[in-house]
DNA sequence: CCCGATTTGTACGTATGTATC
DNA sequence: CGATACATACGTACAAATCGG
């Protein structure tokens, strides 16, 4: 029995024994790679899609959440679906400056304060070489690129010494434009221990990651120039978004 | 109405609101914890559990399960479940040498060879620097420390310069005695990018993980002491056996 | 090299308490 | 109140891997 097709647009094969999902998400994901769609733009939404393959939205959203599931696509509630930027190489070496990695990649670096809190916790204390029950700045911090959140970051400083840090953080969301402003002019890591683990649901939450996607954990203390420690820092890396490399 | 209870072991509190797995996988936790089972020992058999809290074997499977998921013991067919060892600190620097870092942990290490093959692959062979379609020895190999995988990794050579190199692998299990006994006395990184994702199932088969569980991922490109690049090696370590220290 | 004992992994089935509609 | 769904707990059997003799 011929079937009669529209042969004008034939979007998708029905009948072929591949599912009309697997065929659109193949489809898309082809156009992507070939640079239809560049790293960052955005996708034409499901009901575009749902017109131009002549299918239901539900079939068309199946098919988004296969990329989103590859990691070449990223839904957001009611911006759209991007189409993700190839992993950012983000150097760990003694100098730590984020807006300077993430200019140097032709991005457009953002550090957004989340909160502040003063905290007594003996581990950074611990780590800062400072007293017992030392009162610290708590610092909950989440940057991105190009709009696309890549880190998620929790600073500890003491308190008394860094007095009014998190207006500087506020205004500027730079922690190196915040140092500087008191009279920190260079800082530099001692040490840095790199592992990785699911993301929990906050960091999905805040990173925009699907469940079951991986952060790289950087801890990391820094110093000032005569080697005195004076940030403990915990960031956790979107794994699909960066990948850390180590210039010795 | 006043329930009767055997009150010499009430190892298990029924009837409590609070579920017998859970009530046992906290147990066990906090033996685990306080050091009554230490790390990388044997845990009772599953039978012996199933004697000691008086419940069926199905219950303490359960527990175990949660306690496996948590990451605080492992399960092997046919032998029992291990208590985890704490995550070894594993320096990323200009050395690579995996058995003195292993041993300086106070582990027993060990390198199996997995497997050699001469390929020909573009990608290695252009960051080894060598003329395309270079012929390659591409060795595969499982690291273990005190009978524990860590990492499971992929190294590629020029086969020209290395012939018979996988004889001495075999017989030694390290790469450092390898390239010594081809006259390579030292040797150091070059570059190292670090990224991580979920284990897929051969690496879960070969580190023994879990489904579910993240490896992280170095590439990393070895030269030798005149600076030429000798080995490009992509290594991937179960996440949760290791933190990756960089030593800057 | 095989054999049997031990141990974990998997798959059935059954019963019961609890929460929800 | 009944119907339904779900988690919990127990029973049994067998498969698969390991280890010692």
Request: charged share 25%; aromatic share 4%.
């Amino acid at each position: 029995m011929a079937v009669p097709i529209d042969l004008d647009r034939p979007p998708v094969d029905r009948g072929s024994g591949v599912s009309l999902w697997r065929q659109i998400a193949e489809r898309i994901e082809c156009e992507i790679t070939t640079g239809a769609y560049p790293p960052g733009s955005l996708l034409p939404s499901e009901s575009e899609l749902t017109e131009r393959f002549g299918v239901n939205r539900h079939t068309v959203r199946r098919s988004l959440a296969v990329l989103a599931e590859k990691g070449l696509v990223r839904s957001v509630k009611g911006r759209g679906s991007f189409v993700e930027e190839a992993p950012l190489p983000y150097p760990i070496g003694r100098r730590v400056r984020f807006s300077e990695n993430v200019m140097a990649a032709g991005r457009a670096p953002r550090g957004r304060l989340l909160g502040v809190a003063t905290v007594v916790d003996a581990e950074p204390t611990r780590r800062l070489g400072l007293p017992a029950r030392t009162p610290l700045l708590r610092i909950e911090m989440v940057s991105s690129a190009n709009g696309v959140p890549l880190s998620r970051s929790t600073s500890w400083f003491e308190a008394a010494r860094f007095a009014g840090l998190e207006a500087e953080l506020q205004r500027t969301g730079s922690v190196s434009r915040a140092f500087a402003a008191h009279g920190i002019a260079d800082y530099a890591r001692l040490e840095t221990a790199i592992s990785a683990r699911l993301a929990d649901p906050a960091e999905q939450e805040l990173l925009e990651l699907p469940t079951g996607r991986v952060v790289l954990v950087v801890e990391a203390l820094n110093a000032d120039a005569d080697g005195r420690p004076i940030q403990v820092q915990r960031t956790r890396f979107a794994a699909d978004r960066v990948h850390l490399v180590v210039n010795s």
